[in-house]
């Protein structure tokens, strides 16, 4: 079978993406091309510059890209699921880069480190996400533990679940964590209620809530700071 024409190894040396990265360093290379090294191989009629490019098109910038999940990308063509998995990793990978200042548990001492720490992390996700985070007496985080995905409701947040790592670590407190995937740090009137009730329960229980954090985009509402609990 005939090489394909739209293949990149048939361009000059001194223009291919991955042999420029090494000679001149991954700076000078644009976002399609920096995508099209992980896509890796194209298809007969694109290279896999091509592609990124269109990927870059129909997701309007690489911000928006990285929200996107692997079923997602499976639909462009020339993506499938072994490079779609390959895109889904990198982009994690970031979000822990960007999160992760230094090695180690982190240490929450207030609502801005625990914004700085998750905010990478749940900025691009679709749906709402609650988490806790289990904090030793230092505030130094133990353990995050996922309790629900989807519609914040009571149903579906329940004091058992919030607490039950809490009791068996023993953790010395816990802060709430969840994102708004509209962009809309505000609490709404259910955000407030599940907290009151949390709150409660942690101190029939003995363990303090220290803090409840709404993200937002690149913004953070915290209950706490505003004296909500």
């Known amino acids: 079978m005939a090489e394909s024409p739209y293949k990149i190894t048939r ?14 360093g991954p700076q000078h290379l644009t976002e399609a091309e920096l995508l099209g090294i992980l ?30 999940s692997p079923s997602e990308l499976i639909t462009v063509k020339g993506i499938g699921s072994a490079k779609a998995a390959i895109l889904s990793a990198a982009f994690e990978l970031v979000r822990r880069i960007q999160s992760r200042k230094e090695g180690g548990k982190p240490s929450f001492k207030r609502s801005s480190d625990v914004a700085a720490y998750y905010l990478p992390l749940m900025r691009d996700l679709r749906k709402e996400v609650f988490k ?3 904090l030793n007496r230092a ?7 996922p309790v629900s995905e989807g519609t914040l409701d009571a149903s579906v947040v329940h004091p058992r679940d919030v607490f039950r790592e809490a009791l068996l670590e023993p953790a010395g407190g816990i802060i709430l964590v ?10 709404s009137e259910e955000d407030l209620r599940i907290t009151k009730q ?25 209950l706490a700071d505003e004296g909500l609990i």
């Open 178 to 187: 969840h994102n708004h995937p509209s962009g809309n740090p505000s609490p």
């Open 132 to 134: 806790v985070l289990l």
């Open 139 to 145: 505030n130094r985080l133990i353990k995050e533990v």
């Open 11 to 24: 361009w000059p040396k001194n223009e291919r993406p991955r042999e420029r990265l090494l000679q001149q």
């Open 198 to 222: 949390l709150v409660e329960a942690g101190r029939l229980l003995g363990i303090k809530v220290y803090d409840h954090i709404i993200l937002a985009g690149e913004t953070y509402r915290s």
């Open 39 to 68: 896509i890796g191989k194209g298809t007969r009629k694109k290279t896999a510059i091509d592609i990124a490019r269109e990927l870059l098109d129909r997701y309007e910038s690489l911000q928006k890209l990285f929200s996107r």
